[in-house]
């Protein structure tokens, strides 16, 4: 049996129809991913299969859960040294949403450490490797989630996207990423980065896969009180009304440029309606504001891993900032930076300076861009600027690590649902586009990127 | 003493909540095995986020609204980082008045008995952190062992202005706030360490040096006693004191330097992401001045208008209980007032502090009951057993219709043959008293006379 290319709805229809069982299936995806995952590195635990629990509508189906989504019983490591053993005795909502709905754990996914970063490089488990090209970067920091769908080591994954934590790699290993809106899944057991900014999302094989995931995660939860209740009824669109935002289109790479283009075509003949817009007038502040308010958060969230409860063993010779210094060691590098940068921001003299003008910022980007859209179903941009890069070449080029965040950051700074899906193709890679829709509304954009998958049909080697 | 300043941070555990402030885990946590009433929240596990305990911002606003405080109509929680093993995220949710942040209330004042006036600054909601434990001294354990039953219980911090100019002011400030906390029923004095004050004393208009964590008001007067003592000592000899953060030593009635100076710059505070801000509307305001009614000098001056006298009146008002009872009791039965007053200053409350009785029963148609029949109780100390019982919530029935001689035949009769093997052989006297004996706790004392007679009669004739 061979499960690749399988959708989510189409495995459902067949254990319905009795031409899979839930066993099979997750056999077959165990089986798959302990052979992929030594190359691919997309799992940080990979679980034995469950004795499958076929009531539900996910008729016990395993899924694969970023590793830094709280899983009880299950190790959960932020893929930081500094969790390398930390096991949570509590489930998030979102995993018990799922439980509940008849889903399993597949296993704990590689992921830029603590979350930061764009490439999936930033891992103390090593990278996660582009099943399109090996030697490739997955884009992160939901590396090992969009590696796993990608590579049919899973079935559907759930992620998180900070800053384009979900729609990165969904873009550079030609998946659907979907971030809802902000508070529309509860974070409640999402380890915190960046709390203001993220949330839950789901990478998977179609946007009607995601979209059902989705139905079955959102909702308001007690134990979140950033959390709302988000419209969940089917959209009916007959015409999409879109807004191209130029000045995004024209920072990307050339490559990039000419098959998003082309897409818009595709989509004008298909009965889109497509408008533009000149630029974004506040694109130069977006990173800015984005940065300022992440370190800021992740500077606090992260402050608890001080040795004492988290982390290997920390010789305790010394006086107090001796010991600080060595716990905090067992942090990357990238981690390390961020938190630094977060604790000078936080300072007093600065905090007026940087933090409190990164909060008006998000204000005003928040409100323009609630002007952009207005009259309009969806924003639509290129998701990346770039294609994957080598493994290790990121380093070097300071513009790629900017690239990497620049397109994707605007719906995090305004609470924005965005969907990114394959929408052209370059040698072994796809561009990915992005649909970016007004918060709470989530099925909206789920409804245009479900028409423009059927447009676009980029990826016809896959099953329906 | 003229020439020092004393402002006081004064924490209260809100311990009318039984929940801690922002998860559902229990707050009795005296007593209590270590790490019981714990969860995700309270000990800052990774991924676990704070949801406000509702019930604690009405708790709060009764402190404000008898403080003369001002409520924000909106106030924000902050994250104040700090590392610190009894704190288990290493910052502490608080709020904050500067940064843009507003606390939950502002400019409240409390007199003190010399009439002078201590104005309070504000009034904030925020967690208590654990508690770290040193098997044997600090000096000579091998671990410090941290117990999280206390953490994240709700308190609040009251600020004083520096107003206070004697050691006594400040003692006065904390006992007449202990007595506006329990006419809110936040009794303190029942929990050990539920008021903590940090002290800011300076002498001669020189830097301030803050006292850590001074528990009851005695010890507040002793450690500024202390603490200007030290100061003046310092300043005549030409010694310049150093703002800085001392703590108190209650056996060797000293302050100590400890750790070192802190500067607001390193507690880098935030607003925290995870909570919205707290809303505080006109009509929650509305709906807690309800529940706290008045102050004690409102009880007080009402009952002296009822015509109930100073003694009685003072001891009444100063408990909240007590004239709840009375109010009752005077909505009952007006004509009652006077004996119901008469018995919650005296037997009543000598009974709350004989067995450390916590709450009055809601109900007070038993307590009706024994004062309307409170002349007909042949003994005092049959009144004090009555009132007992219905302070143990107990039925009370005053049993106080005599029994007819008739309707007592059958139960002598009984009686006797009940007990007829232990009092067959006894002379007729002792026989007799051991009889009455149950006929008494039976029947009660209010027919002794009656049971008597009967008796008599009975024995005589079985003789
Ligand atoms: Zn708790």
């Given at each position: 049996?061979?499960l ?16 899979l ?8 995806y165990h ?18 299969p ?6 539900g ?6 899924i694969?859960?970023?590793d830094?989504i709280?899983?009880k019983?299950?190790?959960t490591?932020c ?7 930390y096991?949570p ?5 979102a ?9 399993s754990l ?12 764009s ?17 490739y970067?997955?884009g992160?920091s939901?590396?090992?989630s ?7 080591m ?13 729609r990165a790699?969904a873009?550079?290993?030609?998946i659907i ?15 915190a980065y960046?709390n ?5 999302g ?21 134990m ?23 000045s ?6 050339d490559?990039?440029k ?17 408008n ?6 506040l ?6 504001a984005y ?6 958060e992740?500077s ?12 290997p063993?920390?010789?305790?010779a ?8 060595r ?7 990238e981690?390390?930076a961020?938190?630094m940068m977060?604790?000078?921001i936080?300072?007093a ?7 409190l ?6 204000k005003i980007?928040?409100q ?17 600027p ?10 070097e ?12 950051v ?8 965005a969907?990114?899906?394959p929408?052209?193709k ?18 909206k954009?789920?409804?245009v990127?479900?028409m ?13 | 003493?003229e ?6 941070e004064v ?12 998860c559902?885990?229990?707050s009795?946590y ?9 969860c ?14 509702r019930k604690a911002?009405?708790?709060a606003?009764?402190v404000?609204?008898m403080?003369n405080a ?5 106030s ?6 700090y ?7 290493n910052?502490?949710i ?13 400019d409240?004042s409390?007199k003190?008995s010399n009439g002078?006036t201590?104005?309070?600054e ?6 208590d952190p654990g508690?770290i434990y040193y ?8 671990y ?25 002011e400040?003692?006065?400030?904390v006992?007449?706030l202990t ?7 936040i ?12 002290v800011?004393?300076?002498?001669a208009?020189?830097?301030?040096v803050?006292?850590?964590n ?12 202390y603490?200007?003592?030290r ?10 004191v ?11 009635r000293i302050t100590?330097a400890?750790?070192?100076k ?17 809303t505080v ?6 709906k ?8 004690q000098?409102?009880r ?12 009685l009146?003072?001891?009444?008002s ?5 004239f709840?009872v009375?109010?009752k009791i ?5 004509s ?13 409350s ?16 038993g ?5 309307q ?7 005092h100390e ?6 007992k ?13 005599t029994v007819s ?7 002598i009769?009984?009686?006797i043959?009940?007990n007829?093997?232990?009092i ?10 051991f009889?009455?004996g149950i006929?008494?706790?039976k029947?009660?004392?209010e ?8 008796l ?6 079985t003789?």
């Amino acid at each position: 049996m061979n499960l690749e290319g399988y959708t989510l709805q189409l495995i459902l229809k067949e254990i319905e129809n009795g031409n899979l069982s839930p066993e099979d299936v997750n056999e077959f995806y165990h089986r798959r991913s302990a052979d992929l995952n030594r190359v691919l590195n997309a799992y940080i635990t990979l679980l034995d299969p469950e004795k499958s629990r076929p009531e539900g509508d996910l008729k016990g189906i395993a899924i694969a859960i970023k590793d830094n989504i709280s899983t009880k019983g299950v190790r959960t490591t932020c893929a930081s040294k500094m969790l390398e053993n930390y096991i949570p005795p509590y489930d998030a909502t979102a995993v018990s949403s799922l439980k509940k709905h008849g889903g399993s754990l597949l296993g704990k996914t590689n992921m830029d450490e603590f979350a930061m970063g764009s490439s999936g490089e930033n891992s103390a488990f090593g990278p996660t490797r582009n099943p399109l090209n090996r030697e490739y970067v997955t884009g992160g920091s939901s590396s090992g989630s969009a590696a796993a769908v990608a590579a049919d080591m899973a079935p559907i994954a759930l992620g998180s996207d900070t800053g384009g934590s979900v729609r990165a790699p969904a873009s550079f290993t030609g998946i659907i990423g979907f971030k809802p809106s902000y508070g529309a899944v509860s974070r409640y057991g999402l380890i915190a980065y960046a709390n203001s900014l993220e949330v839950i999302g789901i990478l998977g094989k179609s946007v009607q896969d995601v979209s059902l995931l989705f139905k079955m995660i959102a909702g308001k939860d007690p134990m979140d009180s950033t959390s709302v209740n988000v419209e969940l009824m089917e959209k009916n669109i007959s015409k999409p009304r879109i807004l191209v935002i130029k000045s995004f289109v024209e920072l990307s790479a050339d490559e990039v440029k000419k098959e998003f283009y082309s897409s818009i075509g595709k989509l004008e003949s298909a009965g889109f309606e497509i408008n533009y817009a000149d630029k974004f007038s506040l694109t130069d502040y977006m990173l800015s504001a984005y940065y300022t308010i992440a370190c800021a958060e992740a500077s606090t969230n992260l402050s608890r891993y001080d040795g004492i409860r988290y982390g290997p063993k920390v010789e305790s010779a010394g006086n107090w900032r001796d010991y600080i210094s060595r716990a905090r060691s067992f942090f990357g590098p990238e981690v390390k930076a961020r938190i630094m940068m977060g604790t000078f921001i936080l300072s007093a003299g600065y905090y007026e300076t940087y933090y409190l003008r990164a909060l008006q910022l998000r204000k005003i980007i928040k409100q323009e861009f609630e002007k952009i859209i207005s009259g309009y179903d969806a924003v639509y941009v290129p998701t990346m600027p770039v294609l994957p890069w080598r493994i290790g070449n990121a380093i070097e080029d300071p513009k790629i690590a900017y690239a990497a965040d620049v397109l994707t950051v605007l719906p995090n700074l305004t609470g924005s649902p965005a969907i990114s899906l394959p929408v052209g193709k370059v040698r072994e890679f796809f561009v990915g586009g992005q649909f970016i829709g007004l918060k709470d509304e989530d099925m909206k954009v789920l409804k245009v990127a479900e028409m423009a998958e059927n447009v676009l049909q980029v990826k016809k080697s896959g099953r329906n | 003493m003229e020439e020092i300043k004393v402002g006081l941070e004064v924490h209260v555990q809100l311990v009318t909540l039984r929940t801690k402030l922002f998860c559902s885990c229990s707050s009795d946590y005296r007593g209590k095995p270590p790490n019981v009433n714990i969860c995700p929240v309270c000990t800052g596990l990774p991924g676990s986020m704070p949801a406000l305990n509702r019930k604690a911002v009405e708790e709060a606003l009764k402190v404000v609204l008898m403080l003369n405080a001002q409520p924000y109509e909106t106030s924000y929680f902050f994250r104040k980082t700090y590392f610190y093993p009894d704190l288990p995220k290493n910052f502490q949710i608080t709020q904050y008045d500067k940064a843009g942040g507003y606390p939950l209330a502002h400019d409240g004042s409390l007199k003190l008995s010399n009439g002078k006036t201590v104005r309070i600054e504000r009034i904030h909601l925020e967690e208590d952190p654990g508690r770290i434990y040193y098997e044997g001294s600090r000096a000579t354990a091998r671990y410090s062992l941290i117990d999280y039953n206390r953490s994240g219980i709700a308190l609040i911090e009251i600020v004083t202005a520096p107003d206070m100019s004697s050691p006594e002011e400040a003692r006065d400030f904390v006992e007449r706030l202990t007595t506006i906390l329990s006419d809110v029923g936040i009794n303190v004095k029942d929990y050990e360490g539920a008021l903590r004050v940090d002290v800011n004393v300076s002498y001669a208009g020189g830097e301030r040096v803050e006292v850590k964590n001074v528990t009851g008001a005695a010890s507040v007067e002793k450690a500024i006693v202390y603490e200007a003592f030290r100061q003046k000592t310092m300043y005549e000899k030409g010694i310049k004191v150093v703002r800085e953060t001392r703590a108190w030593d209650e056996k060797r009635r000293i302050t100590i330097a400890s750790r070192g100076k802190e500067f607001e710059a390193e507690y880098r505070y935030m607003p925290e992401p995870d909570l919205p801000p707290v809303t505080v509307t006109e009509s929650l305001i509305q709906k807690v001045k309800d529940e706290i009614g008045g102050s004690q000098e409102e009880r007080y001056r009402e009952l002296i208008s009822d015509g109930i006298n100073e003694e009685l009146a003072k001891k009444i008002s100063s408990d909240k209980d007590l004239f709840n009872v009375y109010e009752k009791i005077k909505f009952y039965e007006p004509s009652l007032k006077q004996l119901a007053a008469n018995v919650l200053a005296n037997e009543i409350s000598y009974l709350i502090k004989r067995y450390s009785i916590k709450n009055l029963p809601e109900d007070v148609s038993g307590l009706a009951e024994i004062l309307q029949n409170y002349k007909m109780i042949p003994d005092h100390e049959s009144a004090v057993a009555y009132l007992k019982k219905w302070m143990d919530g107990e039925r009370v029935k005053v049993s106080l219709k005599t029994v007819s001689a008739e309707d007592l035949h059958d139960d002598i009769m009984q009686t006797i043959s009940e007990n007829y093997d232990k009092i067959k052989n006894l002379e007729y006297s002792k026989k007799f008293e051991f009889l009455m004996g149950i006929l008494i706790k039976k029947f009660g004392k209010e027919n002794k006379k009656v049971l008597v007679e009967e008796l008599t009669k009975v024995l005589n004739k079985t003789k």
